[in-house]
Nanobody, 126 residues
Framework: QVQLVESGGGLVQAGGSLRLSCAASGRTPSSYAMGWFRQPPGKEREFVASISWRGFTIVYADSVKGRFTISRDNAKNSVYLQMNSLKSEDTAVYYC???????????????????WGQGTQVTVSS
C-alpha cells in the first residue's frame, strides 16, 4: 500500500501564505504523478494542482493560478503546495493524491489518482 501524509495546514489571515507538504511512503510506484485537491465546507472535492513525475507538466485550477505553486522532490518522495495571497474561499480540507504512473490523461480528475492522504485543514480568516 501507498501512504500519503499531509502537513502544513492551519489558520491564516487573508493575504497570508502557507506551505503544504505531502510525503509518500510504502509501496510507491517507481514513478508517479501527484496532485492536490481540496474540499471546501459543504462542497464537493475539487482540483487544485497536479504535477508529472519529472515536473514538466503542471496544471492549476483557474481559481489558484498565480497564487499557488506546486513542486516536488522525488528524492524525498514529497510534493509541496506553496499558497500565497490566500483568500477566505481557499478554506478547505486539502488532500494530497498520487497516481500510479508518471503521467495521467486527465490532470484535473480525482479518478486518475488512486492513492490519497487523510487531508489537512486550511482555514483563511477574513
Amino acid at each position: 500500500q501507498v501512504q500519503l501524509v499531509e502537513s502544513g495546514g492551519g489558520l491564516v489571515q487573508a493575504g497570508g501564505s502557507l506551505r503544504l507538504s505531502c510525503a509518500a511512503s510504502g509501496r510507491t510506484p517507481s514513478s508517479y504523478a501527484m496532485g492536490w485537491f481540496r474540499q471546501p465546507p459543504g462542497k464537493e472535492r475539487e482540483f487544485v494542482a497536479s504535477i508529472s513525475w519529472r515536473g514538466f507538466t503542471i496544471v492549476y485550477a483557474d481559481s489558484v493560478k498565480g497564487r499557488f505553486t506546486i513542486s516536488r522532490d522525488n528524492a524525498k518522495n514529497s510534493v509541496y503546495l506553496q499558497m500565497n495571497s490566500l483568500k477566505s474561499e481557499d478554506t478547505a480540507v486539502y488532500y494530497c493524491a498520487a497516481a500510479s504512473a508518471p503521467l495521467v490523461k486527465e490532470w484535473v480528475s480525482p479518478g486518475e489518482f488512486p492513492y490519497w492522504g487523510q487531508g489537512t485543514q486550511v482555514t483563511v480568516s477574513s
